[in-house]
Each structure stands twice: as C-alpha cells, then as structure tokens.
C-alpha cells in the first residue's frame, strides 16, 4: 500500500473537501486473507477516519497494485482509477467516489479534480515532417542525403533495440495487443466500412484466423523484448536543415518488438512507390534496401524475419484504410490488401523479394 505522512493525508482531504477538516485515524481494512475464493487482490485498502466540521466520517483509501494483465505501468492503473472516479457515483447503490488524485516523489498525495480532458506539453524542435520528402521523392526527385539519412534512421533503430528486457509477460502484452488492441489490427478491422466492396467479410475472418496462428507463433519469442518507438513512420519524424532528424509520439508503451518499428517505416516506402506502379521499385525499392540492409547488417537479427509478418499487416491495415487513407487509387488499396493477406502465408518473411507478395 501507499507509504504516507498523516499530515500529508489530512491536507489532501482538505483540498478535496469543503469544512473544517481534522483527520483522526488511519489504518488498513481487510485483508487479501479474507477475501474467501478470490486470491488475487490489487491492493489492502486503508480505512480513513476524519472529522468534517465536526461530523465523523469514514472513506476508504485504494490504489491497484501492479501485474501482468495490463496493469504494469503507473498510466495503466490510472486510467482505472478515473474510470472508476468518473463514473462510480452514476451507479444506483454504488460507493460515492470522493477523491481521485496521486502521489508524488515526496510522498504527497496530490489531488486531480474537475477532470474533463488530459494534455501533453511538449519542447517545440524544428524541422519539417519527414513525409514531404518522400513527396518530394514520389516526383522524381531523389537524393543522395535521402539514402544517407534512411541508414540513420536504420542505425538509431539497431541502437533503441539493443536495449532489452526479461520480462517476458511485457512481450505477450504488446503482441496481445498487436492482434485485439482498439488502436491496432482487430480494432481497424472493426473500423473498415462494413460491407466493403474491396476487402469482402470472408476475406477479413481468413485473416483474423490466420493472425491467431501467428499470435501463438509469436509467444516463442519472448526473448526478443527490447526498447522501441512504437509508432515509427514518416508523420512522426521531423528533419532539421543540419540533415538530423526528431521523433514524435511514442506509442503503446517502452518496450516491444523491434519488428515494430522496422516494418512501420519501410511499409510507407512500399506505400509510395505503389503509387508509380504495383511493384516496390525504383527510388523507394532503395530506400526500403537500405533501411532493411543497414538494420540487419548492423544488428545482424536474421531473426526479426521470422516475427515480421503480422506487424506489416497491422501498418498494411493503417495505410490501407479508406478512413485515413480516403485518396488511394483503387489498385493501390488492392496491392496492399493483396501484400497483407500473402505475407502471413510465409513463416520467414523474404525481405529481398517483398513483390512476390504483391501478386495476386
């Protein structure tokens, strides 16, 4: 449970309560011991006795504890929390929800109050968005800093990666998310117009059958955990005049697999180059080699082929949807349905002859 000052406690009352507050106990109430069947338990809750203008009142102290079924983080518990701060009082017969707030690195408890919506301030970097270039590169226009600053993007990717972590249950959570998580593969699924003149329901419950295999295929791999961005792709790079670049918007947690981010950036690559003809060819078939090349030479992880197939068929979906996508022409949208269906058929992915995939 919480280590707290009583004072500490008695000024967050008085900050969330209107009166005369003057706290006058504290201790634990029950016990994961007297919870009869349920052995598994968040956290011992602790009984607070105050006075409130001179009237006693009780209010019990929760917080969750962590574990393995997606409670890991600090932001995993929260968001918990305020749900249930949020809407346990519009419950007929449910607790009064009275305070919702944190503790800070002092011990503090610091209220959250009047909640609507949560924001991010972030440092202003300059530069510009990384998909002009490919823009740029779409009309002919390749130079020699595009392949030079694609092997950067390889090398700091192999550098992020080398980071790794043994918690293996981090691994299950991130490829259990991949396959049923809102924001990726079922959840985009969900998202497509449904009927869909160009991706028929059998050919959306085919995938989702196949993408279960690969999700037990997957837990094998467990060792592989290791730092990522999470959302690597060219809206979320930006490059500065000096030829560097900045990242925005990591996504879905610190660690991962690097498959993630490798196939997110070379995806866009195949989604440019679908634009001058079916084939990944040309300037963008380059970019793709040298990313692909430069990443594996460093690393050498032949082993990221053998994970790779599913995390293109989630950023396949992304690029693939006519909601975020709505300007494809059709063969675009057709080639890349056709890229993430085959992918899935093959247990190494052949990164050197990625059109074979193409084909219909």
Same mark, same amino acid.
């Given at each position: 449970?919480?280590? +707290?000052?009583?004072?500490?406690?008695?000024? =967050?009352?008085?900050?969330?309560?209107?009166?005369?507050?003057?706290?006058?106990?504290?201790?634990?109430?029950?016990?994961? !011991?007297?919870?009869?069947?349920? !052995?598994?338990?968040?956290?011992?809750?602790?009984?607070?006795?105050?006075?409130?203008?001179?009237?006693?009142?009780?209010?019990?102290?929760?917080?969750?504890?962590?574990?393995?079924?997606?409670?890991?983080?600090?932001?995993?518990?929260?968001?918990?929390?305020?749900?249930?701060?949020?809407?346990?009082?519009?419950?007929?017969? *449910?607790?009064?929800? +009275?305070?919702?707030?944190?503790?800070?690195?002092?011990? @503090?408890?610091?209220?959250?109050? !009047? %909640?609507?919506?949560?924001?991010?301030?972030?440092?202003?970097?300059?530069?510009?968005?990384?998909?002009?270039?490919?823009?740029?590169?779409?009309?002919?226009?390749?130079?020699?800093?595009?392949?030079?600053?694609?092997? /950067? $993007?390889?090398?700091?990717?192999? #550098?992020?990666?080398?980071?790794?972590?043994? /918690?293996?249950?981090?691994?299950?959570?991130?490829?259990?998310?991949?396959?049923?998580?809102?924001e990726c593969i079922f959840g985009l699924i969900d998202a497509y117009? *449904?009927?869909?003149? *160009?991706?028929?329901?059998? @050919?959306?419950?085919?995938?989702?059958?196949?993408?279960?295999?690969?999700?037990?295929?997957?837990?094998?791999?467990?060792?592989?955990? &290791?730092?990522?961005?999470? #959302? $690597?792709?060219?809206?979320?790079?930006?490059?500065?005049?000096?030829?560097?670049?900045?990242?925005?918007? @990591?996504?879905?947690?610190?660690?991962?697999?690097?498959? #993630?981010?490798?196939?997110? +950036?070379?995806?866009?690559?195949?989604?440019? &180059?679908?634009?001058?003809?079916?084939?990944l060819s040309g300037d963008f078939e380059q970019l793709y080699r040298?990313?692909w090349d430069t990443y594996l030479d460093k690393t050498n992880d032949?082993?990221?082929?053998?994970?790779?197939?599913?995390?293109?068929? $989630?950023?396949?979906?992304?690029?693939? &949807?006519?909601?975020?996508?709505?300007?494809?022409?059709?063969? %675009?949208?057709?080639?890349?349905?056709?890229?993430?269906?085959?992918?899935?058929?093959?247990?190494?992915?052949? =990164?050197?002859?990625?059109?074979?995939?193409?084909?219909?």
């Amino acid at each position: 449970m919480l280590e +707290m000052k009583l004072e500490n406690l008695e000024n =967050y009352l008085r900050s969330i309560l209107d009166g005369k507050i003057e706290l006058t106990g504290i201790g634990e109430i029950g016990s994961l !011991d007297e919870q009869g069947m349920k !052995d598994f338990g968040y956290g011992k809750p602790m009984l607070i006795n105050f006075r409130q203008d001179g009237k006693p009142v009780q209010a019990v102290l929760s917080a969750m504890k962590g574990d393995r079924y997606g409670h890991q983080f600090y932001w995993d518990r929260a968001a918990i929390l305020m749900f249930q701060y949020e809407t346990g009082g519009l419950m007929k017969h *449910h607790v009064r929800p +009275m305070g919702l707030g944190y503790v800070d690195g002092s011990g @503090r408890l610091v209220p959250v109050k !009047d %909640v609507n919506e949560f924001f991010i301030l972030n440092e202003k970097v300059e530069g510009k968005d990384y998909f002009l270039d490919l823009e740029r590169i779409k009309s002919g226009q390749l130079l020699e800093r595009d392949i030079g600053l694609t092997a /950067e $993007f390889a090398l700091w990717l192999a #550098d992020l990666h080398s980071a790794k972590s043994p /918690e293996k249950d981090l691994y299950h959570r991130r490829i259990r998310q991949l396959i049923g998580d809102s924001e990726c593969i079922f959840g985009l699924i969900d998202a497509y117009p *449904h009927p869909f003149e *160009h991706f028929p329901e059998k @050919r959306f419950i085919d995938l989702e059958k196949k993408l279960i295999e690969w999700r037990w295929k997957l837990r094998r791999y467990d060792h592989r955990l &290791s730092e990522v961005h999470g #959302d $690597f792709h060219p809206w979320n790079v930006l490059i500065r005049e000096d030829g560097g670049f900045s990242v925005l918007d @990591r996504s879905r947690g610190q660690w991962g697999e690097p498959a #993630d981010d490798v196939s997110t +950036m070379t995806c866009n690559y195949l989604l440019y &180059s679908l634009y001058s003809g079916p084939r990944l060819s040309g300037d963008f078939e380059q970019l793709y080699r040298t990313l692909w090349d430069t990443y594996l030479d460093k690393t050498n992880d032949r082993e990221i082929l053998e994970v790779v197939a599913p995390f293109y068929v $989630f950023r396949g979906l992304v690029i693939a &949807s006519p909601e975020w996508y709505p300007g494809h022409p059709l063969e %675009v949208r057709q080639a890349l349905f056709r890229f993430l269906e085959n992918i899935l058929e093959e247990d190494v992915f052949d =990164y050197q002859n990625i059109n074979k995939y193409l084909q219909g």
